[in-house]
C-alpha cells in the first residue's frame, strides 16, 4: 500500500509537467546537441596537459622564459629625446629549441609610417577642439618610433628583421633548452608630447617655466614572450592591447640633468650619491612614518629647481629584481613624498612624484591611497614584495609599470577642486597601484586577454576604495557614508548588459576587438566578480579561492582556465555556468514573478484531481487519503478554510498522530497560507534567485534560490510556498545584487514603473 501512494502520488504531481514535456516533445522532430546552460565546460576550455594542471594550478613540467636586461640610459631634455644602450641576456628554459627570439618594439606604433592610425575607422566631425583639429588636419604625422642603430653579439652585427612593432633577431645557432644568449642593442627616439598626442608615456610642457615632466615607459626594446600557450606572442601592438612580458632582473643607468628629481622600478642604489643631507635625513625620517608623507622635496624648492636649467647630469642607478618591465619619471618640476606602510613582516614605502600643478590634492591623498592600495591588495592576495610602490601625477594619464603608475586629476589654477576630480585622482591612483598585483605579479597576457588584468583589477580596486573610505573616512566628501565606487556594484553594469547587441562583445574577446572597450574589458568582469563573491559564493569561499589564484600565479603566465579551474577547484564551487554566461556570451541578467496563486487545503478532492481520474479511466475510491489544495477564488474554495485548523483535516490528522511523538506533536508547525510562485527568466543569463516575501503582520524575510533551480527549465520555474503568515508582497533582487536589467517585472502585485521622462521632470524640479 505504501509503494502505491508513493507511485500514485508521483504520478498526481508530475501529471501536469508530464503532459506539458509530452506535448513539446511532440513539437521536436530531430535530435539536439547538449544546450543546457549547466553543462561542463569542456570545449570551451584548453585541455589539462603537463604545463597547466586541472586544478588550475601550475602543471608538473611548468616553465617559463628569462630576460635580463643592462641598461644605460640618457635623457637630452633640450631636444626631447632617449637614448639608449641595452644588453640582454635571454635564458631558454623552454624543452624547445629557438632558432630565432621575437623583440617588441612598442614606440614604432609613433613611427612616421605607422599602421596604427589607419585601422581606425573614423568620418569628419561637426566640430573639434583646435587642439584636435590641428592635430588631425594640420601637422605632419609625429615621427616617434625606434632608431635601431645596432643589434650585436660578442661584437659582431646580428641580422634582424623589423616588421613594424616586432623586431625578429637571427641567432648565430639554436638556441637550446637551458642555454642563455646574450645580445646588445643600441636605439634612440624622439619622445612624444602626451598631453597633446596619443600615448601611455612621454612628457608634458609647461609653457609657464618652460619645463617638461616625464613620464616615460615602452622605452626600451623588450623581449616577447615565449611559452607554453601561444609559443611566441609576436601579435602586434596597434595601442590598445598592453603587453606579455617575460620576468627577469634589470640593471639600470640612468642620466638626466643634474637639477632633475627622478624615480624608478628598482632599488636605488646610489641614493648618497644624487640626494642631498637634507634629502637623506627626510628619507631615513619617512622609513619610520607610517601615517602621514614626510615631503623629501618640498614645493618651495621644486618652485626653485624649475627656475634653473642645469647643463650638468646625474646618473641616477637601479637594480630591480624579478619585474616583468621598468618604467621612470624625472623632472625638476617633482615635489616627493614618501610613508612606510606595514604589509605581512615587512614595511613598503609608499611614494608620490608631482608638479606644484598638482596641489594641494595630491600632497594631501596621493600617498595615503598608494599605502592604502597595498594593504587592501595584500589582504585580497598576498603580500606585496617589492619594497616600494610610486605614484606620479602626470596629466591625463593612467598607466602602469612595476613599482611606478602615472595618474591623473589635476586642481583648477587656484588650487580649487571638485569631488569628481578628487575621487578620480584617488580611483586612478587606487586602479593603477593596484595593477602592480594584476599583471606586474600574476602576469597574464594582455595582448590577448585584457580583461584579466583590468577586470581583475578594477575588481579589487572596488574592494579598496570601499577600504580607503573606512580607514580615511575624512576622505568623504560631506554626504558619502561610503566611498563612491564608479565600477563593481552590479547596479552599475545594467545600462551596458542591457544596451543594443549590435555594439557588445563577450568579456572574452581579444581587447584590440572590442565594443566600449571600458564597459567590457573593466566593467563587466569586475561586477561579475563582485556577485560572484557577494551573491554567489559567499565572500569567504571567494576571497579563499582568489587568494589561492594569486599565489599559484605570482611571478608566473596564468591563461583564463587557470584562473576558472583555481577558483572552482579552491571553493568547491560548480561555477562553469556563471563562466559560461558571463564571460563567453552577451546574455543579460532578467528575472521577474510571472504569477502568484494562493491555497488552501482541503479533504474534498478538487477539479484537477477529478479530471485526472477521468482521464486515467480509475475511481475516485480507488485513490488513497489525500490532502488536497484549493485555489483561492476557485469553485472548490470556501471562506472557513482561511481558518481551519490543519489538524481538522482527517488524512493530516491520522498522518500526524501516527508518526509523530507527541512532544514533536506540540511543536509541529501548522501553515495557514500556500502559495505557488511562478519565476519567469527572460534573459538568457542564469543567475540565483533573491526574493524578498512581505508579510501582513509588516515582516520580511528573503531567501536565495540557488541558480541550479534554472537546470531543467531555462525559462520559468515554481516554488511552493508554505506560510504561517499572509504574504502581500513579493519582490525580486531588492538589494539590486544581479544586474537585473528590467526590474518592471522584479515586484507582485506589480508595481507601476516611472517612465524615464518622469524621473526626468521630478529631478528639474528638484
Known sequence: MKIFKSLFLSIMFLSAATFAQEQEAQEIKQGHTNNNKFKQMYDEFSTPNMYRAASGAPGHAYYQQQADYKMDIELDDK??????????????????QLNYLWVQLDQNMRAKDSKTPLIEGSGVAPANQASSFANNYMTEPFDGGFNIQEVKA??????????????????????????????????????????????????????????????????YPRMAVYNDVEGWQNSQFWGRDEFALPFGNFEVNITVPADHILDATGKLTNRKEVFSKDMMKRYEK??????????????????????????????????????????????????????????????????????????????????????????????????????????????????????????????????????????GMMSVIIHEVGHNFFPMI??????????????????????????????????????????????????????????????????MTKGLNTYQFGNNAYGKPATALNILRE??????????????????WMFKHPTPEDFFRTMEDASAFDLDWFWRGWFYTTDWVDIGVKDVKKYYVSSEPNEYVKNIVKQRGMKMSDLPPLVYMVEDGSEEYKE???????????????????????????????????????????????????VEYSYADGTSKTEHYPAQIWRYNDNEVSKAIASDKEIIGITVDPNLETADVDTANNSWPKQEQQSAFDKFKEKVKD
Open 535 to 552: 551573491t554567489v559564493m559567499g565572500e569567504e569561499l571567494f576571497d579563499y579561492a582568489f587568494r589561492e589564484y594569486s599565489q599559484r
Open 79 to 96: 631636444n626631447a629625446r632617449l637614448y639608449g644602450n641595452e644588453t640582454i641576456t635571454y635564458t631558454n628554459n623552454s624543452p624547445d
Open 442 to 507: 600574476v602576469n597574464s597576457d594582455e595582448r590577448q586577454w585584457t580583461w584579466m588584468d583590468e577586470g581583475l583589477n578594477t575588481f579589487v580596486q572596488y574592494v579598496a576604495e570601499q577600504d580607503f573610505g573606512k580607514w580615511y573616512p575624512d576622505a568623504l566628501s560631506e554626504g558619502h557614508d561610503t566611498y563612491p565606487s564608479r565600477r563593481g556594484p552590479a547596479a552599475k553594469i545594467v545600462p551596458y548588459m542591457g544596451g543594443d547587441q549590435n555594439y557588445i562583445a563577450p568579456i
Open 286 to 423: 619617512a622609513k619610520k612614518s607610517y601615517d602621514e608623507p614626510v615631503l623629501i622635496v618640498t614645493q618651495d624648492e621644486a618652485e626653485k629647481a624649475e627656475k634653473g636649467f642645469s647643463n650638468d647630469t646625474k646618473t641616477w642607478k637601479f637594480y630591480a629584481e624579478n619585474v616583468r618591465d621598468y618604467g621612470f619619471a624625472t623632472s625638476r618640476k617633482f615635489i616627493w613624498d614618501m610613508m612606510a606602510v606595514k604589509i605581512g613582516n615587512k614595511d613598503a614605502m609608499a611614494v608620490s612624484l608631482y608638479p606644484k600643478e598638482g596641489n594641494p590634492l595630491w600632497e594631501e591623498w596621493s600617498t595615503k591611497a598608494v599605502a592604502s592600495t597595498l594593504k587592501s591588495y595584500s589582504r585580497m592576495t598576498f603580500d606585496y614584495p617589492y619594497h616600494k610602490a610610486i605614484s606620479v601625477h602626470a596629466k591625463n594619464q593612467g598607466m602602469e609599470y612595476p613599482m611606478i603608475c602615472w595618474n591623473y586629476g589635476r586642481p583648477d589654477k587656484d588650487g580649487n577642486y571638485s569631488d569628481r576630480t578628487k575621487y
Open 154 to 219: 660578442d661584437g659582431k652585427n646580428l641580422p634582424h628583421m623589423i616588421n613594424r612593432t616586432m623586431m625578429r633577431v637571427e641567432l648565430p645557432e639554436p638556441l637550446e633548452s637551458g642555454d642563455s644568449f646574450e645580445f646588445s642593442i643600441k636605439w634612440w627616439y624622439n619622445i612624444n608630447d602626451h598631453v597633446n598626442g596619443r600615448g601611455r608615456s612621454g612628457y608634458e610642457y609647461f609653457p609657464e617655466d618652460g619645463n617638461r615632466a616625464y613620464v616615460i615607459a615602452q622605452f
Open 640 to 690: 472557513s478554510m482561511k481558518d481551519q485548523d490543519l489538524m481538522d483535516i482527517p488524512t493530516v490528522k491520522e498522518y500526524v498522530m501516527d508518526n509523530f511523538s507527541e512532544e514533536e506533536q506540540r511543536n509541529i508547525k501548522q501553515p495557514k497560507y500556500f502559495y505557488n510562485v511562478t519565476f519567469e527568466k527572460p534573459g538568457g543569463l542564469v543567475m540565483p534567485i533573491i
